[in-house]
């Protein structure tokens, strides 16, 4: 199932929740929060009070990426605030088992991220107990990158991992995504996909997302139907 996730990170922070209202009003899925903690990432974004702020504007899911040093100290604090989904980094948890169970004590959803220079292998004898993996196509930080091509044989090596092991897991993919190469992205096997610059950045954010998810989903049914 294609799933189109705008990011947060590239709307009007001014005006913050009317943008997640007019996300309500979409045809998005997801609503997707780059957690960012100024270490493990060179930026500084939200806490979970602005989660918790933004949480009654919509019904739809938050899906929260934790990007930062020591997520398991905060872990609780997003859930609390209203996230659906936690997705967080294997190359800063050294326990990642634990983490991974105990987002899934708290009733929601768990994703593993890995940047782009991270091989798939990290997924090792973790793959079977999550729900997502969020690849990233950009080095994380900062909106408006470029997509990584190399990324495509990634995402193709992960979805190609996932049938032979009969798994049900969504692949999520993060950075410069935009109308004129979604498609390939879903061809490579990706069904989660986040978008920020190319949606927020547009004269009409709605009209976007709906292109985005109907081209998605075109290439979708005619890959994998």
């Known amino acids: 199932m294609i799933k189109l996730a705008p990011s ?57 990426h934790l990007m930062m040093d020591n997520p398991m100290s905060l872990i609780d604090l997003y859930i609390d ?45 973790i793959l079977q107990d999550i729900d997502m993996v969020l690849l990233m196509t950009v080095n994380p930080g900062f909106g408006g990158q470029v997509f990584i091509s190399a990324m495509l044989d990634k995402i193709k090596a992960l979805k190609t991992k996932i049938i032979e092991m009969g798994l049900n897991i969504d692949i999520e993919v993060d950075g410069g995504i935009h109308a004129g190469n979604i498609r ?24 976007i997302i709906d292109d985005m998810r109907s081209e998605a989903f075109s290439e979708y049914k005619k890959v994998f139907r």
């Open 8 to 64: 947060i990170l590239s709307a009007d922070f001014s005006k913050l929740g009317e943008e997640i209202e007019m996300l309500d009003r979409s045809s998005c899925d997801l609503i997707h929060f780059d957690v960012m903690d100024g270490h493990f990432v060179p930026n500084l974004t939200i806490g979970p009070m602005v989660i918790n702020a933004v949480r009654s504007r919509t019904k739809k899911p938050f899906d929260v």
């Open 81 to 125: 605030a209203g996230a659906d989904i936690i997705t967080i980094h294997p190359e800063v948890i050294f326990h990642l088992h634990r983490a991974v169970h105990h987002i899934k004590s708290r009733n929601i959803s768990v994703g593993i991220a890995l940047n782009p220079s991270t091989p798939l292998e990290t997924l090792s004898y």
């Open 184 to 207: 390939e992205i879903v061809r490579a096997g990706a069904n989660v996909i986040v978008a920020g610059s190319a949606i927020f950045n547009s004269a009409n954010p709605t009209t």
